[in-house]
């Protein structure tokens, strides 16, 4: 089943996609408030067989939505935890030079960062050195602690494609990546959860990233250093995970960064992340709006770091 986030005539909802257009199952009387809050009732008893019988239940009474009517959010547009991978893909790990990790490099976004299909991402005005990151996402179903990498995996809930947009200069400004990931409205999400059972054997599937029509990546998912079920094991031996929560798994080899010249994003751009069964997310891109006394200019230091 596809899991959806959405905004329609001002209302937050969230439902299931079908052929014929979006169910609104968060419309209807005694739902969940959100997708993130709706988990954990998917969770039973297993989530590699998710017990989807109260949404498909809602489905035909649920108000039929177009899609092209709705505006897309984040599947989950208010996850307590949002945690990248670094360098995590064999191809961009070579691509860089470096050696591979021992552990997983990892490292937060916030939900502000992100929006979902069909949404603009923004340029900053900070840095023009905007690149492109398709990933696939795991989105946390059943909560845990201290999970067996054999569990790992019956606490996912779905999958989605994402794009880990980075401000690259940014990025580099000290060891820790998170000023170059943080910016608002740099990456995206979505453009749906797909559930496990319908997702599949996801090391099988291909991602592949396109800047205005023009393949960037392509991958098999199997291509990751720490598969996804290692990465829940991992992180959950360091802090509970939660309905709702996302891993975005790392990117794969062919970034903008490293071709020659680089390649970034700009305005007019349009950026698809599309992975097999889990469909297309896609993004424009825009000039962040000037504001009153800018500082820094246009790849400027920061204040701070000239002293």
Same mark, same amino acid.
């Given at each position: ?25 968060? @419309?209807?009387?005694? *739902? &969940?408030?959100? !997708?993130?809050? =709706?988990?954990?009732? /998917?969770?039973? #008893? ?10 498909? @239940?809602?489905?035909? *009474? &649920?108000?039929? !939505?177009?899609? =092209?009517?709705?505006? /897309?959010?984040? #599947? ?232």
């Amino acid at each position: 089943m596809k899991l959806v986030s959405f905004v329609s005539r001002g209302r937050a909802s969230w439902g299931a996609v079908t052929p014929e257009g979006i169910r609104d199952v968060g @419309a209807m009387p005694g *739902a &969940a408030s959100s !997708l993130k809050a =709706a988990l954990p009732d /998917l969770s039973a #008893p297993d989530l590699s067989a998710p017990d989807l019988s109260a949404i498909a @239940a809602a489905l035909d *009474a &649920a108000p039929l !939505l177009p899609l =092209a009517s709705v505006s /897309l959010l984040p #599947p989950i547009p208010d996850p307590a935890k949002i945690l990248c991978v670094g360098l995590n893909y064999k191809s961009h790990i070579a691509e860089t030079g470096r050696e591979a990790p021992r552990y997983p490099m990892l490292f937060p976004r916030y939900p502000d960062s992100l929006v979902g299909s069909g949404a603009a991402l923004v340029r900053p005005s900070a840095s023009h050195n905007f690149d492109f990151e398709g990933e696939l996402a795991v989105v946390i179903g059943k909560a845990g602690r201290h999970i067996a990498v054999a569990d790992a995996l019956g606490h996912v809930a779905g999958y989605a494609c994402f794009n880990d947009g980075s401000i690259r200069d940014w990025q580099r400004h000290t060891t820790q990546f998170l000023p170059g990931k943080n910016f608002a409205h740099s990456g995206s999400f979505g453009p749906w959860l797909v559930t496990v059972d319908e997702a599949g054997d996801i090391g099988a599937l291909h991602l592949e990233t396109r800047l205005n029509g023009e393949v960037m990546q392509r991958a098999r998912l199997d291509d990751l250093l720490f598969p996804a079920a290692e990465l829940i094991a991992y992180i959950s031996t360091m802090a509970p995970l939660q309905p709702g929560d996302v891993i975005a798994t790392g990117t794969t080899g062919g970034v903008g960064l490293f071709r020659d010249p680089p390649v970034w994003m700009k305005p007019g751009d349009t950026i698809t992340v599309e992975i097999e069964r889990l469909g297309t997310l896609a993004n424009t891109i825009i000039d962040e709006e000037p504001g009153i006394d800018e500082e820094p200019g246009i790849d400027e230091e920061p204040a701070i770091a000239r002293g």
